[in-house]
């Protein structure tokens, strides 16, 4: 771990992480917002990204929506990377309170952490749109399972939905609740992996109410002028051994 780093956690009692797709990058899952993303998905599908993973989209093109789904944001093989295992490291030593982040993947449950608040939910949770049976990802990822690639719910016939909150969705209620009060509860942040540029997300950070905020990303943000330590860099590598 970076050594300034270590320096603010050493004094630190209650510390909260905020990430978001820089973490899982380096897990090799590419960001689906970053410029060859977008270039795939026009080239692709002829629509941005953004586009395809509305409610709108979902309901009017629900097979191109799951044709981009399960070829553009399902990694099954993806393991978590150094920065996931040092947040779970890091909460059994007692120190990290949670962890709030805007990746869909279930990496850092993988690792081991165990307060984490996904606010834009998991493709690893699936439910029927009709009778609101549970669904794994293994079981929507299966051809025998779907109709012209969309799940079908063994039980009703209905279309099973990713527990995935898309664009026009309302972040849910609880898990915002969670998000804010590790924060506002928190005297150290640790931001990494995120531009702060999606919203509503990036805006729990103002819950902020303790001495530390330390920022690792590659590129700048518009809140270096807020932390107190500006690492801009691989996250993996400055939280990692």
């Known amino acids: 771990m970076d050594s300034r780093v270590k320096e603010i956690l050493d004094k630190s009692k209650k510390v909260v992480f905020f ?24 080239n692709d599908y002829g629509y941005s990204p953004e586009h ?5 989209f979902f309901m009017k093109h629900t097979e191109m929506f799951f044709d981009y789904y399960k070829n553009n944001l399902i990694y099954p ?84 939905k990713p527990d995935v909150v898309l664009y026009e969705e ?14 506002s509860e928190a005297d150290t942040m640790i931001v990494g992996g995120t531009s702060l540029v999606v919203y509503p997300a990036a805006g729990l950070i103002n819950y902020f109410r303790g001495k530390d905020i330390i920022l690792i990303n590659k590129s700048e943000t518009g809140y270096d002028d807020r932390a107190t330590l500006v690492i801009n860099d691989s996250i993996g590598k400055v939280l990692g051994d």
């Open 170 to 183: 309302a972040l849910d209620d609880e898990v915002i609740r969670g998000a804010v009060s590790a924060i």
């Open 19 to 42: 990430g978001g797709a820089g973490v899982s990058t380096e897990s090799n899952i590419p960001d689906f917002r970053s410029e060859s993303g977008l270039y795939k998905a026009m």
């Open 52 to 56: 395809m993973l509305s409610r709108t």
């Open 77 to 160: 093989d993806a393991q978590p990377n150094k920065a996931h295992l040092a947040l779970a490291k890091l909460e059994d030593e007692g120190k990290l309170i949670g962890v709030v982040t805007q990746n869909i993947d279930g990496l850092h449950q993988k690792a081991g952490s165990r307060k984490v608040f996904e606010l834009h939910g998991s493709v690893l949770r699936n439910n029927c749109m009709d009778c609101g049976a549970y669904y794994d990802l293994d079981f929507i990822m299966q051809d025998e399972n779907c109709e012209k690639g969309i799940p079908r719910c063994p039980k009703c016939g209905g279309t099973i």
